[in-house]
Structure formats: C-alpha cells, structure tokens
Nanobody
Framework: QVQLVESGGGLVQAGGSLRLSCAASGRTVSTYTMGWFRQAPGKEREFVAAISGSGRNTYYADSVKGRFTISRDNAKHTVHLQMNSLKPEDTAVYYC???????????????????WGQGTQVTVSS
C-alpha cells in the first residue's frame, strides 16, 4: 500500500513561484516512477511531469517545460515540483501519483499510475 500526501499549494501572482511536495509512505516507494498531474475546473486531468525511481530521468509536458522542475529525495520519500514563471492557466488541483509497475520507465498516461494523493490547490492570479 502506498499513501501520498501533497502540500505546498496556494495563491500566487502570475510570474511567481511555488514548490509542491509529495510525502510518500510504503516499503518500496523510493523505487517507483512518480508523477504530477493537474486538473483545472471543467477540464480533464492532465500530465505535468514524471521522474524515474532513481531520479536520473525526467519527463515534462510541453506546457510546463522550462518552467517546472520535478525532483525526488528517496532518503526522505519525497517528490517535489518546483514551479516558476507561473501563469493563470497553471491554476488547477495538482496531484501526486505513484506508478508501482514502473521503475526507470517514464509515462504521462494516468492509467499507468496506481496510487494518487488527495491533491493540492494552486491558484495563479493575473
């Protein structure tokens, strides 16, 4: 069983930054591919970023490439999403997810992720 708890969301002005964190529990969670997804009101959940179990490989949606950085600290079982140059269109609930069938393989497909956090709200004002 894997439990994921996100934190760090909030209200920020356009151009600002936020750092999201995901605390993970579970025996082998540090070996799983982890991802961040987001869902805006009235829209489907979309992929944001993923990181491999070792942390060596990362993958980003085109919409956030160059602005967001995903990282992980396996010793602390945490995954972070540093978000810079935020835009109003980044407003959404952000979810952390774990893909227990993946290790060094990255995926942007939500169906590949088995466990999800409860989400944290990010609101970017213009």
């Amino acid at each position: 069983q894997v439990q994921l708890v996100e934190s760090g969301g909030g209200l920020v002005q356009a151009g600002g930054s936020l750092r999201l964190s995901c605390a993970a529990s579970g025996r082998t969670v540090s070996t799983y591919t982890m991802g961040w997804f987001r869902q805006a009101p009235g829209k489907e959940r979309e992929f944001v970023a993923a990181i491999s179990g070792s942390g060596r490989n990362t993958y980003y949606a085109d919409s956030v490439k160059g602005r967001f950085t995903i990282s992980r600290d396996n010793a602390k079982h945490t995954v972070h999403l540093q978000m810079n140059s935020l835009k109003p269109e980044d407003t959404a609930v952000y979810y952390c997810a774990a893909a227990t069938r993946l290790r060094e393989v990255l995926s942007g497909a939500s169906s590949m992720y088995d466990y999800w956090g409860q989400g944290t709200q990010v609101t970017v004002s213009s």
